[in-house]
């Protein structure tokens, strides 16, 4: 950002906390002014604009400072719509946010652009920053949008957008699931077309009024994108043929086939529900049914999400780091049976009694670490008294070695033992891709000392 805007003639000021953080952050643009200071706690007098980044909190001494003496204060997300904007031909914003699903459905939307020939990225959350990516000129951009990103982004307007699910998350930074939801819905603008997940309350209710199109993993309505005989079906934009050279509109599946559901990987109910996302955004732009299916079937999926890292003594192990909040790992259990379920980390302020609650079937023990690992204990104590639980106390480097070691106890031929912590990783690790390559690492071990 701080490039980007003295590249564009501003004169800009960068504050960190930690001037270590600042040193690293060093920028030498071909135009413009940069300089560094460190622990601000206000703008410096004569600033127009704060461009804050989204891990801050709205409760920031500066960004309080800032908005108290009218300085506005945006996100990146914005600063990026407005360069955008200013192009001759901007770009086309397909946006998806929620609780869970967003990097894999920015991922199929790609590929499925990418199939029908569109000029497309995925970009915001996913890795490349948006402002790279609309310098880089791409005429479509697949977006994905946190809920920190979309606090401070208030006038997007994309021309589709999406709210996967909203589930309990990141009320430590926006203190109530209110809000949390509320930061989510903004992507609901005026003049926006909303994709509704028809089988998620929250989608349903912040974009209560606004029309748009629907999807649903069972049968659809017309109107709706949904499930019929294994096959994704679109009878919202039911025009020509779809794959299998299956009829539109009077078919045999009343509207166009799009894929089948073998196409999606990984596979899975939740990642359904993503394809489906997907593949109405793109169809909101006119991308013709056949590359839907072309799209999902080319498409690579993430790792650290349901991901079998290995196999022994009749027990699969599954590397589900990815699921870093209870409505994730809830997806991640209930897709499977006889489990021993690693757990635990930051729970970011939620509950998870209702995880426990809807998945103790499934479980044969649970092997906790983190330090959140007493709250998921207590849960389990109070709705499955009698699982075998055991706590990993240590908090190096040996922990996970431990805990998939005592999950090998605990598990039995045929059944699974599965990372999926409920909780993000930074207490033990520095992202929950390091967490999951430390459980793959005990897990190859584990075969060694087998």
Same mark, same amino acid.
């Given at each position: 950002?701080? *490039?980007?805007?003295?590249?564009?003639?501003?004169?800009?000021?960068?504050?960190?906390?930690?001037?270590?953080?600042?040193?690293?952050?060093?920028?030498?643009?071909?135009?413009?002014?940069?300089?560094?200071?460190?622990?601000?706690?206000?703008?410096?007098?004569?600033? %127009?604009?704060?461009?804050?980044?989204?891990?801050?909190?709205?409760?920031?001494?500066?960004?309080?400072?800032?908005?108290? @003496?009218?300085?506005?204060?945006?996100?990146?997300?914005?600063?990026?719509?407005?360069?955008?904007?200013?192009?001759?031909?901007?770009?086309?914003?397909?946006?998806?946010?929620?609780?869970?699903?967003?990097? @894999?459905?920015?991922?199929?939307?790609?590929?499925? =652009?990418?199939? $029908?020939?569109?000029?497309?990225?995925?970009?915001?959350?996913?890795?490349?920053?948006?402002?790279?990516?609309?310098?880089?000129?791409?005429?479509?951009?697949?977006?994905?949008?946190?809920?920190?990103?979309?606090?401070?982004?208030?006038?997007?307007?994309?021309?589709?957008?999406?709210?996967?699910?909203?589930?309990?998350?990141?009320?430590?930074?926006?203190?109530?699931?209110?809000?949390?939801?509320?930061?989510? !819905?903004?992507?609901? #603008?005026? !003049?926006?077309?909303?994709?509704?997940?028809?089988?998620?309350?929250?989608?349903?209710?912040?974009?209560?009024?606004?029309?748009?199109?629907?999807?649903?993993?069972?049968?659809?309505?017309?109107?709706?994108?949904?499930?019929?005989?294994?096959?994704?079906?679109?009878?919202?934009?039911?025009?020509?043929?779809?794959?299998?050279?299956?009829?539109?509109?009077?078919?045999?599946?009343?509207?166009?086939?799009?894929?089948?559901?073998?196409?999606?990987?990984?596979?899975?109910?939740?990642?359904?529900?993503?394809?489906?996302?997907?593949?109405?955004?793109? *169809?909101?732009? !006119?991308?013709?049914?056949?590359?839907?299916?072309?799209?999902?079937?080319?498409? @690579?999926?993430?790792?650290?999400?349901?991901?079998?890292?290995?196999?022994?003594?009749?027990?699969?192990?599954?590397? %589900?780091?990815?699921?870093?909040?209870?409505?994730?790992?809830?997806?991640?259990?209930?897709?499977?049976?006889?489990?021993?379920?690693?757990?635990?980390?930051?729970?970011?302020?939620?509950?998870?009694?209702? =995880?426990?609650?809807?998945?103790?079937?499934?479980?044969?023990?649970?092997?906790?670490?983190?330090?959140?690992?007493?709250?998921?204990? $207590?849960?389990?104590?109070?709705?499955?008294?009698?699982?075998?639980?055991?706590?990993? %106390?240590?908090?190096?480097?040996?922990?996970?070695?431990?805990?998939?070691?005592?999950?090998?106890?605990?598990?039995?031929?045929?059944?699974?033992?599965?990372?999926?912590?409920?909780? $993000?990783?930074?207490?033990?690790?520095?992202?929950?891709?390091?967490?999951?390559?430390?459980? #793959?690492?005990?897990?190859?071990?584990?075969?060694?000392?087998?």
């Amino acid at each position: 950002m701080a *490039r980007v805007l003295a590249e564009l003639g501003a004169e800009v000021t960068v504050t960190d906390s930690s001037p270590t953080q600042l040193a690293a952050l060093a920028v030498t643009p071909r135009h413009g002014a940069v300089r560094l200071a460190a622990g601000l706690a206000a703008p410096p007098p004569g600033t %127009d604009l704060v461009v804050t980044s989204p891990g801050l909190r709205p409760g920031d001494p500066l960004l309080v400072a800032a908005q108290r @003496t009218g300085v506005p204060v945006i996100g990146d997300v914005a600063l990026a719509r407005w360069i955008d904007s200013a192009r001759p031909r901007p770009a086309e914003w397909l946006v998806v946010t929620g609780t869970n699903g967003k990097t @894999t459905t920015v991922g199929m939307l790609e590929s499925i =652009l990418r199939a $029908a020939g569109v000029d497309a990225v995925a970009c915001g959350n996913i890795g490349l920053p948006l402002l790279d990516a609309v310098r880089a000129g791409h005429r479509v951009l697949a977006v994905e949008l946190s809920s920190f990103q979309l606090h401070w982004s208030r006038e997007l307007s994309p021309r589709a957008s999406v709210v996967l699910n909203v589930s309990a998350d990141h009320l430590d930074w926006h203190g109530c699931l209110a809000e949390y939801a509320a930061a989510k !819905g903004r992507v609901y #603008a005026e !003049g926006t077309t909303a994709v509704v997940n028809a089988d998620d309350e929250w989608s349903t209710r912040l974009a209560a009024g606004r029309g748009g199109v629907e999807f649903t993993t069972s049968e659809p309505r017309d109107g709706q994108l949904g499930v019929h005989r294994e096959k994704l079906v679109d009878r919202a934009f039911t025009t020509g043929l779809g794959v299998d050279g299956e009829s539109g509109g009077s078919g045999d599946c009343g509207g166009t086939v799009l894929a089948g559901i073998a196409d999606v990987r990984p596979p899975g109910p939740h990642n359904l529900s993503n394809a489906l996302a997907a593949a109405a955004l793109a *169809r909101c732009i !006119g991308v013709p049914g056949a590359a839907v299916a072309q799209g999902l079937r080319a498409f @690579t999926p993430g790792g650290h999400r349901g991901v079998l890292v290995g196999e022994h003594a009749g027990v699969c192990y599954v590397d %589900d780091s990815k699921a870093t909040n209870p409505h994730a790992a809830r997806a991640s259990l209930l897709a499977r049976h006889r489990v021993v379920w690693i757990a635990g980390g930051l729970l970011k302020g939620v509950e998870v009694d209702s =995880l426990v609650i809807e998945t103790r079937d499934r479980l044969l023990g649970a092997v906790l670490l983190g330090t959140d690992r007493a709250t998921i204990a $207590a849960a389990l104590a109070r709705h499955a008294p009698n699982l075998p639980v055991r706590v990993v %106390d240590s908090g190096d480097d040996g922990a996970m070695m431990e805990a998939v070691a005592v999950a090998a106890e605990l598990a039995s031929p045929g059944g699974v033992v599965l990372l999926a912590p409920a909780a $993000a990783s930074m207490d033990m690790f520095t992202d929950y891709a390091h967490r999951g390559r430390a459980f #793959a690492a005990a897990v190859a071990a584990l075969g060694v000392a087998w």
